[in-house]
T-cell receptor
Framework: DAKTTQPNSMESNEEEPVHLPCNHSTISGTDYIHWYRQLPSQGPEYVIHGLTSNVNNRMASLAIAEDRKSSTLILHRATLRDAAVYYCILRDGNSGYALNFGKGTSLLVTP | GAVVSQHPSWVICKSGTSVKIECRSLDFQATTMFWYRQFPKQSLMLMATSNEGSKATYEQGVEKDKFLINHASLTLSTLTVTSAHPEDSSFYIC????????????FGPGTRLTVL
């Protein structure tokens, strides 16, 4: 599986936008980019996913670089409830649906 | 959105006993379910992939005779930890793939297993 690299931690002020980066320089053409987040002692929660084009949903936006070697998860207005570990995961569309989690980015949101 | 439940949410057992954890997709059918394990301050580790009506596929290093997985219906998969030992204490999380939204997985809330 292609690997992803994320900062260990980031900090944001409440109500400010947050840009969470993810590098995946070895991404293949069939890899989907998935983002999940996990609050303490809970299962991961789906945030967003994309393949080539930028994506928007009610939770966040996903900006994918033109060469697909990096992507950015954008939370438009951080709230205290957004404090979580955010995982950027590549999933090969040709080889099944299992997700291999890396270490993720721990996001701290301060009031 | 799709909901996945797990039961129990936590369990404490004595060393040597077996523990069964249930994973249910409540409002969708899931031909594929996944089991993960997470130790404190670590990331999720995939243990096995469970396909309805067939044998589970285990990841390298995961003992299939110790972690028995059954996926007998489109809404239920079970993980049985046999002869549990303290080192099996962990947070066990399942996920289910929605066959209609096939690129999305939905995760259960997790089961905290403590083996004394």
């Amino acid at each position: 599986d292609a690997k992803t690299t994320q900062p260990n931690s980031m900090e944001s002020n409440e109500e400010e936008p947050v840009h969470l980066p993810c590098n995946h320089s070895t991404i293949s053409g069939t890899d989907y980019i998935h983002w999940y987040r996990q609050l303490p002692s809970q299962g991961p929660e789906y945030v967003i996913h994309g393949l080539t084009s930028n994506v928007n949903n009610r939770m966040a936006s996903l900006a994918i670089a033109e060469d697909r070697k990096s992507s950015t998860l954008i939370l438009h207005r951080a709230t205290l409830r957004d404090a979580a570990v955010y995982y950027c995961i590549l999933r090969d569309g040709n080889s099944g649906y299992a997700l291999n989690f890396g270490k993720g980015t721990s996001l701290l949101v301060t009031p | 959105g799709a909901v996945v439940s797990q039961h129990p949410s936590w369990v404490i057992c004595k060393s040597g006993t077996s523990v069964k954890i249930e994973c249910r997709s409540l409002d969708f059918q899931a031909t594929t379910m996944f089991w993960y394990r997470q130790f404190p301050k670590q990331s999720l580790m995939l243990m096995a992939t469970s396909n309805e009506g067939s044998k589970a596929t285990y990841e390298q290093g995961v003992e299939k005779d110790k972690f028995l997985i059954n996926h007998a219906s489109l809404t239920l998969s079970t993980l049985t930890v046999t002869s549990a030992h303290p080192e099996d204490s962990s947070f066990y999380i399942c996920s289910a793939r929605d066959t209609l939204l096939y690129n999305e997985q939905f995760f259960g809330p997790g089961t905290r297993l403590t083996v004394l």
